[in-house]
């Protein structure tokens, strides 16, 4: 397939860039962007390399807002309905094979996306990059609420795995039964250490996978 892929959605079109790998496919990963920035960031760029060493199908999925130029985020239900219509539509298509597991996840906003959706989207595993957990302070102004439910909204039984930046402003998820949370060096950006991501995503992996 020739350049991203453009499927429409209740808030716009949404633009998805599909990375195959070659022969059989293991399962397929869809990856959403943060809140202001896009489907190039070095630890979507990272995670896309490892999961394609592990046999994965990669979709980085683009927001209508996005697509449209603008840089201020939609609101929730836009973002959560753009992405399961995303789902839906490459299930139309005939990209998301039914024997396939589909991993979903993303930085930043991209991880609460998935999260949110992973009932929805029938998610095998939920893979969160800097999940922003608390918004920091802003002087004069109240605490924002924790979004650790959102975390929570994923179904018993899905493996979760979070990666942190030990100095993110956001704070750090906690673990949980079924809830990994690998802290690495850095901050919000996950740009400090390559490595130790890619490692914490690959040992990872099998487990939506169902690799022993």
């Known amino acids: 397939m020739n350049g991203p892929l453009t499927l429409d959605t209740p808030h716009g079109p949404a633009r998805v860039h599909l990375r195959p790998v070659e022969g059989p496919a293991a399962g397929v990963l869809l990856l959403g962007h943060g ?7 070095p630890d979507l760029t990272a995670t896309t390399a490892v999961a394609g060493e592990h046999g994965l199908i990669v979709g980085l999925v683009e927001q209508p807002y996005r697509v449209a130029g603008r840089r201020n985020v939609a609101p929730t239900h836009q973002l959560d309905a753009a992405w399961e219509a995303v789902v839906a539509g490459l299930r139309e298509r005939g990209l998301l094979a039914a024997n396939l597991p589909l991993i979903c996840g993303g930085r930043s906003s991209g991880a609460r996306v998935a999260c949110r959706t992973a009932a ?15 918004p920091p302070v802003r002087a004069g102004r109240e605490p924002r609420p924790s979004r650790l439910p959102e975390l929570e909204a994923v179904p018993a039984g899905v493996p979760v795995l979070v990666v942190q930046g030990i100095r993110d402003r956001f704070g750090m998820p906690p673990a949980a039964p079924g809830r990994e949370v690998v802290q690495i060096s850095g901050d919000h950006g996950l740009k400090s250490d390559r490595a130790a991501l890619v490692a914490a995503v690959a040992g990872w992996l099998p487990q939506p996978l169902g690799v022993s």
């Open 35 to 41: 809140a202001g920035g896009g489907v190039a960031a």
């Open 120 to 134: 929805a989207t029938g998610a095998a595993g939920v893979l969160c990059l800097a999940f922003p957990l608390q």
